[in-house]
């Protein structure tokens, strides 16, 4: 695994392009893939930082109190956010991607759960030692797990959230699917609830902008980013935090980080982002918190 790793970072961009194209398309299944360490769809694996990431957005939606419901939008390889909300309270929630993507050994929640039981002693995380198997312990936590992206945030009723989150999945959703994806992230949200999203703004291939090399036709296109692994929507934040007033949220921006100068130039850029501000092409990660007023 390290030395997968060192061969990712060392390889160019236009590299893992072609790298990830042509594995994409052999005959492997997904989970193969992630066990090798390729086309990770997150790190809520790691125990630490599943709890850190959860923590940070339950303060920024204003730590709701006890018996509240939540969604999470793009749980990636992990179940960890049902363990984690019932130890800060939950009465129950969702956990909606756009694929099958979470691990289902128990071991790895019971040992969550224990380490959870250490910092809330108050919480009774008995649903996750006394189940069966991943599916029994989503429903003593009274957990959904939706793997159908879109399609499966329709499917959860109206007003049933105080909070929704999600960690570097806004730029994933397909660029055609953003606004519906907030009309929908509103509809659940109850009236003064709170969505608090950790953007990437970064390409996803070397941390820098070269998915804005290409033009609409070629990225867009179904056989290129997004049969291969290295999709983002290229919404730039001054954009999407546009998008998300549009909708109809309060919108603040919590903090963000830029780049001192951008790390490609403007004349690289394909002709629909060469106009864009500097703002927009030096900002690389925003944590948005949305308020449905």
Partial sequence: MAALARIKKILPWWAKIAAKMVLARLPVGGRTWQSLGLFSPGEMDDTEYAIGVFDRHYRAAGSPGPGFS??????????????????????GGWLVDAGAYAAR??????SLAARLGRSHVDA????????????DM?????MRYLETGLAGLREVPDASCDMILSQAVLEHVPREEFAATLAEIY???????????????????????NNLRFSERLWEAS?????????????RI????????????????????????????RLKL????RHLSDANIITWEGFLILRRL
Wanted: aromatic content about 12%; cysteine-free; proline content about 3%.
């Fill in 105 to 110: 050994d128990m071991d790895l929640y019971r």
């Fill in 187 to 209: 509809r659940i949200l109850k009236p003064g609830g709170f969505s608090t999203h950790q953007v990437d703004f970064r390409d996803h291939l070397g941390g820098g902008l």
């Fill in 270 to 273: 394909a002709s629909a982002f």
């Fill in 70 to 91: 939540f969604l999470e939008l793009g749980p990636g390889d992990s179940l960890a956010s049902a363990v984690i909300g019932r130890a800060y309270g939950a009465a």
């Fill in 238 to 265: 001054l954009e999407m935090t546009e998008m998300m007033q549009g909708a109809g949220f309060d919108v603040q921006v919590a903090y963000s980080s830029r780049w001192e100068k951008s790390p490609i130039s």
């Fill in 223 to 235: 056989w290129f980013a997004r049969r291969s692994g290295f999709y983002t929507n290229r919404l």
């Fill in 124 to 135: 009774d995380l008995s649903a996750v030692s006394g189940a069966l198997d991943s599916a």
């Fill in 138 to 142: 989503l429903e003593r936590l009274s």
